[in-house]
């Protein structure tokens, strides 16, 4: 056997560069099933959601249209997926207006509306091309198909608001609320 005598700032040296290889080859691959950003947040091995115009069973018929618009923005904006018009896409995200109502809150003394409240109900589903449902409510899965959602938004005429503005709010809510149940669980 060879023995070398080095001097020591040559073995500190080498000591250090091998302590930062071993450093950084720790940090690259202990970290590598980590993803940065939004991606993070969203069920990998997906990349399309197909969204078919969302079914309006209330008598306002535009409110299905503008829920499929609102939810195509807000896939395309918060989720690394990539919204297509093909069927036959890696998901699908299956919605259905089941009913909006318009409550008075409180009346003038003339007993006109002061405020009002407008709410709308949205049943929704989101399945893989297996027909696997992805959007889970709970923690502990139940036989349900679907998750129920419903938004409230508050509006005063008198101060020039109308029940289309309230209504296209919680559209909007609605779109923020079912996206966000998109994310995977902890």
Not at 19 to 44: E, H
Not at 166 to 181: H, N, P, T
Request: aromatic share 8%; glycine share 4%.
């Amino acid at each position: 056997m060879i023995e070398m005598n080095l001097p020591q700032w040559v073995r500190l040296r080498t000591g250090s560069v091998a302590f930062i290889a071993v450093l950084l080859f720790v940090v690259t691959n202990g970290c590598a099933p980590y993803q940065f950003g939004n991606a993070a947040l969203f069920p990998s091995g997906i990349q399309t959601v197909h969204v078919p115009i969302v079914r309006d069973a209330s008598f306002r018929h535009d409110l299905g249209l503008q829920l499929t618009e609102a939810l195509i923005r807000e896939i395309e904006l918060r989720t690394p997926y990539k919204v297509t018009a093909d069927p036959f896409a890696d998901t699908t995200l299956r919605c259905e207006v089941i009913g909006e109502t318009k409550r008075v809150l409180t009346e003038t003394d003339a007993d006109y509306p002061r405020a009002l409240d407008a709410a709308v109900q949205v049943r929704a589903s989101w399945t893989d091309r297996a027909g696997r449902l992805l959007l889970n409510n709970s923690i502990v899965p139940t036989d349900d198909l679907t998750i129920l959602f419903s938004q409230d938004e508050r509006f005063v005429p008198e101060a020039g608001q109308s029940v289309d503005m309230a209504m296209q709010q919680a559209i909007e809510d609605l779109a923020g609320r079912i996206v966000s149940q998109m994310e995977t669980r902890w």
